[in-house]
């Protein structure tokens, strides 16, 4: 589960979010698709920097912006979007609403019952619903080793656990539960500290299951 966080470590999150335009390009790019309203859940929203930049779309009729932690959820809540809900949720258990559209930026690599998350996402979503998946994943094999020693070292602010998959891993897992790839970017960290991950751009559909 989410835990509670510094007001540094929210600072760190609000700040890292702010400069990262190229994520919010790419779901733009997805959003703006969709010629009726649609609604959204963005699973682990964080500080809310894409339920935010959700103003500049038209066609939003409902954002679910869910966290497990009330200290980001705080600054959801005082932009006060009409259209934008906060939910806290713990996303290792809970249930999930229904929407046209999901998003989980830089989320799974902190859920350890990825099972239990991406059966949820089935269930939420419409058949050939899209989810938009943003996140770490190691380059190489050792990289989860010193992403660890990072952390033991405090080179960098780690907010919460983490529980990476590799990308094959992760691929495969998705493809199990019935999501097939529709669109993959891969980026690599030019920066020291993101120097061992890459930056994986999904957007997965939902496919119907065979009885
Ligand atoms: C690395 S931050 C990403 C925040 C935001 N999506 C972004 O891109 O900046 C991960 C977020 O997931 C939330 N989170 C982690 N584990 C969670 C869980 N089990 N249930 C709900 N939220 C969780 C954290 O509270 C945090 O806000």
């Keep these: 589960m989410a835990g509670t966080y510094t007001k540094k470590e929210v600072n760190t999150l609000k700040q890292s979010v702010r400069k990262k ?24 929203c964080g500080t809310g920097a894409i339920a935010i930049l959700s103003k500049t779309l038209p066609n939003i009729k409902q954002y679910h912006a869910i966290d ?21 949720l713990d996303l290792e258990t809970a249930k999930l609403p229904k929407v046209d559209i999901s998003i989980a930026k830089y989320l799974f690599h902190h859920i350890k019952n990825k099972n239990h998350l991406i059966d949820e996402l089935y269930k939420q979503l419409p058949i050939k619903g899209k989810v938009i998946i943003i996140d770490k994943f ?29 990308e094959k891993e992760f691929e495969k897992l998705m493809l199990t539960k019935k999501f097939k790839i529709i669109k993959k970017q891969v980026k690599f960290g030019k920066k020291f500290k993101n120097f061992f991950m890459k930056i994986n751009y999904y957007v997965f559909i939902k496919k119907k299951k065979r009885h």
């Design 21 to 44: 335009s190229r994520d919010w390009i790419f779901i733009k790019r997805e959003l703006k698709h969709y010629k009726k309203p649609i609604s959204i859940a963005e699973l682990g």
């Design 138 to 166: 190691p380059r190489w094999k050792c990289s989860i080793l010193i992403e660890k020693l990072f952390h033991i070292l405090q080179i960098k602010i780690v907010l919460g656990e983490h529980f990476y998959s590799t």
């Design 68 to 88: 497990g932690s009330k200290e980001v959820l705080k600054f959801v809540e005082i932009e006060k979007i009409p259209y934008v809900k906060t939910k806290l």
